[in-house]
């Protein structure tokens, strides 16, 4: 390095300009930053959004979280993560490698996984209730996470009351409807029942 004030990676990118332009030396200082940190650099012209997953929980490896849904988190462009623990005693996590550190650490050989809300490509857009001004054209794709989430919702039995698997085999269907009907309220056309 000539500059004794410049970082490593202003000596690499004025190294790699002798010999490319700006644009592929901001490149490979972008890839180098991907391999030595395991995140992607984002500019701010890029359309990208985060995406939101679940980490389910099959098997209680440690006996602490419990089973289904015990943690919330986002995936960043960047590729690093958040994930927020679940009940009584929630905490947050910050993984600078992403999805690989979340899956290493707290997937128990399989017995939890990842599983993402939103997808690749998906635009994010928050939905337009009916009567503020129409519909939005992203609404499909928000109805239906809310729902999936609302079909993952617990719903009690009309015997025993039990929101777990009970012995009194009853159908839950009318309760299943009622949960699946109150989600997708803002959605609904309150003169006509059709969707907005």
Known sequence: M???NMTAVEALLAF???AVDAEAAQALVDEA???LTGRTVVR???PLAPLRFVLRRRRDVSGISGLG???DGVLWPDGTANVRWRGEH???VFWDRGRVSVEFIHGHQGATEVEFIDHDGEPVAMPTPAGEGGTSAAAPLVVRRVLEHALRKPVPC???TR???CRCIADRTEARVDVVLGALAPWLNAGTGEAA
């Open 90 to 92: 929630p905490s947050a």
């Open 33 to 35: 930053t991907r391999e």
């Open 69 to 71: 849904d015990v943690a």
């Open 2 to 4: 000539s500059d004794p």
């Open 163 to 165: 929101t777990a698997t």
């Open 16 to 18: 790699a300009r002798r």
């Open 44 to 46: 701010p012209d890029q």
């Open 158 to 160: 009309p015997k025993c």
